[in-house]
């Protein structure tokens, strides 16, 4: 049979199997002449610098409107098509206060005294006000607008001087307080005294809290001066069974309330357990103790650690009050200890005040150099921490090493030059679905910072096309409504300025701040006013347009916000 390949057609099976790889004298054949290479040199590459690539820039409310009607995501994180810009100001443009939700701390004599610490029950509209008389105040926060109602649900001597810190149990049955002469148990049903707390502190007692979970209303902590922490428990041994007022449900659900015997003498308190020294401060060569200016209980679960900071250095310690520490050990050893922030190299700067998150993921930290550090609870110990998961088992201490703070809040109308300057956390509720932190200020004002990180995501987007300049400290954010100003280059931990300034409230330092159970905020200040702010977007816009002319906003406060917040859409 004849073959129907052509010469070439042949050649190309042959060599696809093989035969011939190199055809001679081929027409199709190329030559194709050799390219030397040349040497390139070893150190072509040692001084080149890649260039960085800039990002569009974000182009603000417009850009993300659009892209909701489009279907599109977003690349800052936010999800919900109900609020489609990331904007704080959301959270905290509402906060307003009326004249008439000031109230005036004065003496039986008609004299001015000054609040010193706030706490808020947990079931009912009631703060509690402790001034420096010594004196315990509730203060009414249910709504009202009747000026002449009055706000003072009652005074009540407590202590020979000031008041330091108070804390309600969570049945709002017990109120802790602490002075410089002794921590005592009033029963908020007779408003008497049922417990002293007085024998185990040598120094006058600063901070006291309340266990968590289980044990509500009988375990409790105090700090004071030395950097001696106690642990007390109400149970044991001298309580009675009438010592205080307690609260029985029925069968048909009726809730009934057994009155304190109020002729029960006040009974010692019994401590349980001691940390003596946490806290320490060297200076030229010389070890001395340092005040523990806050300690914060986590929630139940891990209700048996405790977290604590001092006035010596900015460092939180955590610690498991279950250990008991050896009777000749001079020191306590932690569970672990945070590192010290970078920019803290040349100088140590304390603590004043901690506050934990609504899921206790974050602690938030107020440093005296005017800023609110952010850590997070799971790097408190590094590498493997069965001590932090819910129902642990007790283990010895071993001061294991923690990570320093994530990033810092920032505020032009934020300064920490006390230590009374505290915070309070707003946990997520039926009418607010994310946690707010309130801050007191030396600045005569209260600082929010609302600490869902979907507004971080968003401020970093806002800047994500800026190049920093090389060796520069990340900053990602900056106010909506400050000016942008200079970080100090030996940080690099990211600051945010998305915080909003509660003005014109109160005229010297704010120290105290408190959330009601309804997410109404209190504040103290040394002006010797408390105050109520409450959330009303219309009047607080009303109180920023309309100006001082006819005294309608006459001793009231609002959130310092751009105008730009306040313009119409449709404008």
Not at 168 to 179: E, K, P, V
Not at 414 to 433: D, N, Y
Not at 531 to 537: A, P, V
């Amino acid at each position: 049979m004849r073959s129907l390949l052509t010469p070439h057609q042949s050649n190309f099976f042959r060599t696809s199997r093989g035969v011939a790889r190199t055809l001679k004298k081929s027409p199709f054949l190329v030559n194709t002449p050799s390219i030397t290479e040349e040497p390139q040199p070893d150190n072509e590459l040692a001084n080149y610098a890649p260039r960085p690539i800039r990002k569009f820039g974000n182009r603000g409310v417009a850009s993300q409107l659009l892209n909701r009607e489009h279907g599109l995501g977003y690349s800052t994180g936010q999800t919900y098509l109900h609020t489609p810009a990331c904007d704080p100001r959301a959270e905290t443009a509402r906060f307003h206060s009326r004249c008439i939700d000031s109230y005036e701390c004065l003496t039986p004599s008609g004299s001015r005294t000054i609040p010193f610490c706030l706490t808020s029950t947990h079931n009912a509209p009631v703060t509690a006000v402790g001034d420096e008389e010594g004196c315990v105040r509730f203060f009414d926060t249910s709504p009202n607008d009747d000026p002449n109602e009055e706000k003072d649900l009652g005074v009540h001597s407590v202590h020979d001087n000031a008041i330091w810190d108070m804390d309600f149990s969570q049945d709002d049955m017990r109120l802790a307080t602490t002075a410089g002469d002794a921590a005592l148990i009033m029963d908020v049903t007779t408003k008497s005294i049922a417990a002293r707390l007085a024998d185990g502190h040598y120094n006058s007692t600063r901070q006291i809290a309340w266990q968590k979970g289980q044990s509500i209303g009988n375990v409790l902590t105090t700090s004071d001066k030395a950097g001696r922490i106690r642990l007390w428990d109400l149970r044991c041994p001298h309580s009675h069974v009438r010592s205080f007022s307690t609260i029985s449900s029925s069968e048909t659900g009726r809730r009934t309330v057994t009155v304190r015997d109020e002729t029960i003498r006040p009974f010692q308190a019994s401590t349980v357990n001691t940390l003596d020294n946490t806290h320490e401060r060297t200076a030229h060569g010389k070890t001395s103790p340092a005040s523990v200016t806050a300690i914060q209980w986590l929630p139940a679960g891990r209700e048996h650690l405790l977290l604590s900071a001092s006035e010596a250095e900015a460092v939180v310690k955590l610690w498991d009050l279950r250990y008991i520490n050896r009777r000749h050990q001079d020191k306590s050893t932690p569970l672990s200890a945070t590192t010290v922030p970078s920019n803290h190299a040349w100088r140590s700067y304390g603590i004043t005040s901690l506050s934990l998150s609504s899921d206790a993921a974050r602690m938030y930290a107020v440093c005296k150099d005017n800023t609110i550090y952010a850590y997070s609870m799971s790097h408190l110990m590094l590498g493997h921490a069965p001590e932090l998961k819910d129902l642990a088992t007790k283990r010895r201490p071993i001061a294991a090493q923690g990570l320093g703070p994530l990033y810092g809040f920032k505020h032009d109308s934020f300064a920490a030059r006390t230590f009374f300057v505290k915070c309070r956390m707003r946990p997520k509720g039926l009418s607010h679905s994310s946690d707010l932190l309130a801050v007191g200020s030396s600045e005569s004002s209260v600082v929010l910072f609302p600490t869902d990180e979907r507004y971080l995501r968003s401020a970093c987007a806002q800047r994500a096309h800026l190049l920093d300049p090389p060796g520069s400290a990340p900053t990602p954010s900056r106010s909506f409504s400050s000016a942008a100003g200079t970080e100090p280059t030996s940080s690099t931990i990211p600051i945010f300025r998305n915080g909003t300034a509660l003005v014109h409230g109160h005229q010297r330092e704010v120290s105290n701040v408190s959330w009601s159970y309804d997410g109404k905020l209190v504040s103290a200040s040394d002006d010797s006013i408390v105050r109520q702010w409450q959330e009303d977007e219309a009047r607080a816009r009303y109180f920023r347009q309309i100006g001082d002319f006819g005294g309608e906003r006459y001793m009231a406060g609002w959130a310092d916000v751009s105008s730009d917040w306040d313009d119409e859409d449709d404008e």
